[in-house]
């Protein structure tokens, strides 16, 4: 058995991605409202002003019976002019007791707060270092001008501790920090749903997030973003600051703040604005605790590249066979997965990044004998090294786009900010953004990355930049032909077949000129409601003919350009590391490719079941796979 | 003393024992040898009625032995006759110096003294039924008769079969034995010729092969055959050539196609494969085939391929 052994690093094909580096990312400061005796912590914004926590006196009629175990309460302060506070004072005497109070967080409206207390207020006189009296979740709401309605938290327990909730800016899930049973160790951090408006059972976030020391003080903000704190994760000292975010369900691997922010003192309680740019948090750096604001300085990209395509469709062949006549052998290509195609030169796509073996036999089709046997290939796929912007190309004015910066990859760069331009200069925002274009035009999306610090102090940054058409209006074809050759099978039973349906849609948008329209509707005018069919060896000769009309219609017509769009029911192949629409996609574009295209005149892209364009796809196993947009524009 | 053959020959030459010293040998698939008489007519497959073959006898074959002829007499069911038999065939057997290493014994024409050597022993058949699918052997050779070539690593004798007399064909074949009645394999030896006279099969489903030795010199080579007669295919396979068509003879001509030689098939055999014609039967098919490099230099024919058969080795390239 010969053995081949073949590295196909499709990074190197391209120029690495440019790092640049950004030399300070956040500016802190004390506020003015904290002072060096009391604690001050876990700030929250609240009509324009901050609501923490402080054992500050409070002035009230309540006492402390122990001075070095001062209890906290919920203080507020306003903002007085532009950079000024305002004195603190108690946020509300209703819900004020004579234990410790906080912290909080409040809904969007700001109507409904939750907030930690201790859970017994009975008896004001009792030792405020009693650990029995645990801490719990309450809520109350903002009632002619009070707040009222005081309820305990459903999964609060006499006996552990529920505390520093924070609920998400829809108001649907409120995340808090508990020793309840079966967690981590320690705190861990837990979430509840909401759920016919009542909360569903505690979440523990799960061993990406907890460790077995503490993470608490979580804070939810706009764009799935969660902050916390924690003395588990590897950070500065003592407790540090981090943030992670939720992709299908899974925790990403939380990531420290900038060393601005995080110290070898504890830091902890943050807020800040959705961009992540303006902000509080809480640290002990002072001895004592106290709340400090934060800034973002100013972040450039320059030179952001165009994203460039990964590719796993290949023509495979035999060097040494092309350079001689054409003989009468039989080459057979074995892929796995009962893949096998013959020819001495084929096409094959793999299904994304990974380590693949192709074994080749050579048979002598005059004699039947085999020339060589099992010829080993190894075939090792990588993505190309760069951020990404996963999103359509294509827009309609005022309609909601989505752009996914998690498709990014960076070997090496731990990314810590997605920094967002949508024409507006870069703005910080999540792995994934929505946003809507309110004019036609072409847009210029920028992705801008930032990297954890390294040990010479700089900020490692990166960009890219992806070119969006936004549109006013569209239009669908209605294939109206005689041919049903592509034409859907109603599959009575869907496990009886491997083979899999995309429905076809055909839509024109609103550069396209009549002529333009007319010439593609002529040279489809034979099919009607047409489909393309694949199988595990990819696409079905019977769709070869309808495909060939749309590469006429690219070769003839090189001022029309094709984005064409799956959308898969199957998310993920099971074995696979790409999702089956990504693999359609490709299929097709390589299709397309081979039958001589300018590929600068088609681009096709697979979205799962996530980025509906036109219509939602609705999986409906009894007939159609998948969903096929044909968009035509003008090139 | 050529400047080209047998380079590099010893290296190859010491790898495992081979025992096949048949010529043509069993994974040849070639029936016999064939030498036609000298009166003959050339289109009966014999450009010149001669048949050349050196044996290679290794220094640990220390004991006599037998170069031993199947049915050498012309005459029988196996013989191809022309009328009545009226052949003679005359077997010589040379050694001592020159007799392959005189440049002109490894030439593929016969007009010069390609008898080169000493005769060592001789012996002409005309229609025998003696020797009739019977094997006759000359000898006992002492093997350090022959003219040691270091390079081939062994002592070499000539076997020359010449068609004295007579227009039928004389089908044969050769056996190196340590026997003089049975054949008993010699460790180690081997045949080659510079020119290859044979027989064909009769079966449509046969597929036959010849060994070239492709030295380091070689850049190309020119595969030459003589009266193919629409046959089949004839095929070209090595490490990097799976098949190439070669162009085949018709009729009583030579036709000669010229071939690259990669890297990777310096130094190493080729296989040139005859594949019959599965819509006619062609009977009693006699060819001759030579192959030359790119000086004209004739490549021997190893009825053991050096360094064994050779497997074609793809290049997988991906765009």
Known sequence: MIKYSYLILLAILFSKTELNAQSQRYIVQPTAFSSRINDEFSPVFYKGGIVFCSNQSNKSLISYKDEKNRLFKIFYVAKKGTNGWAYPKIFSEEITTGFNDGPVTFDENEKIMYYSRNNSTRNILGNISDTTNKLGLYSAEFTDGIWTNIKPFTYNNPLYTLCTPSVTPDGERIYFSSDMPGGSGGMDLYYCERQNNEWGPPVNLGPVINTSKNESFPFACRYGKLFFASDGHEGFGGKDLFYSWEINGEWMVPVALDSAINSTADDFGIVTDSTFENGYFSTNRRKTDDIYSFSSAPVEFVNCDTIKENNYCFTLYDEQHRLIDTVPVIYKWDFGNGVIRTGTEVRHCFPGPGDYLVKLNIVDELTGKTITEQVEYNVKLENIEQPDIYSSNIGIVDKSIRFDGITSNLNGFRIKDYLWNFGEGFKPGGPSMNTTFKKKGEYMVQLGLLAEEDSLGTIPKTCVMKKIRVYNSYQELALKGETGKDELNVKTDALASQDKTIQIRIYFMDDLSEKQKAKIEETLKEFKKAAVKFDKNGIKPASYPFLNKIATILKENPDIRLELAVIGSEDVLSEGPMAISAIWAQELGFYLKNKEIDTDSFHCKGFGLSYPFFKPFVPDNATIDGEMELIFIKN | ?319
């Not at chain 2, 199947?70 to 001592?96: C, H, S």
């Not at chain 2, 229609?127 to 050779?141: E, I, N, R």
């Not at chain 2, 064909?169 to 081997?190: A, C, D, M, Q, W």
């Open chain 2, 1 to 319: 003393m050529t400047k080209y053959a047998c380079i590099i020959l010893c290296l190859l030459i010491t790898g495992s024992p081979v025992f096949s010293q048949a010529a043509p040998a069993v994974d040849e698939n070639i029936p016999y040898l064939m030498t036609f008489g000298g009166n003959s007519n050339t289109s009966w497959g014999d450009d010149d009625f001669f048949q050349v073959f050196f044996c290679v006898i290794p220094p640990s074959q220390t004991d006599p032995f037998y170069i031993r002829i199947y049915d050498p007499d012309t005459g029988g069911d196996l013989d191809e006759v022309k009328g009545e038999f009226n052949t003679v065939t005359n077997f010589l057997i040379y050694a001592g110096k020159g007799c392959w290493s005189d440049t002109i014994a490894q030439v593929i024409s016969r007009t010069g003294n390609f008898k080169s050597g000493y005769l060592l022993s001789s012996k002409s058949f005309a229609a025998d039924p003696k020797y009739d699918k019977k094997w006759y052997s000359f000898g006992p050779f002492n093997p350090l008769e022959g003219e040691y070539i270091e390079r081939l690593r062994g002592n070499v004798f000539k076997v020359i079969a010449q068609g004295i007399s007579g227009d039928d064909g004389n089908i044969y074949r050769y056996f190196l034995s340590t026997s003089p009645v049975e054949n008993k394999p010699i460790e180690g030896g081997n045949f080659f010729t510079y020119k290859y006279h044979f027989r064909l099969s009769d079966d449509q489903k046969h597929v036959s092969q010849i060994y070239p030795f492709v030295d380091d010199r070689t850049i190309s080579i020119q595969v030459s055959n003589f009266d193919w007669d629409n046959d089949g295919t004839i095929r070209i396979f090595s490490v990097a050539k799976n098949g190439i068509l070669c162009d085949v003879s018709g009729e009583n001509n030579w036709v000669v196609r010229e071939f690259p030689i990669v890297a990777e098939e310096k130094n190493s055999t080729i296989e040139i494969q005859f594949t019959k014609n599965k819509s006619v039967q062609i009977r009693n098919n006699n060819v001759v085939l030579t192959v030359r490099n790119q000086y004209g230099v004739a490549l021997p024919f190893y009825v053991v391929p050096i360094g064994g058969v050779p497997v074609y080795s793809p290049k997988i390239r991906m765009k």
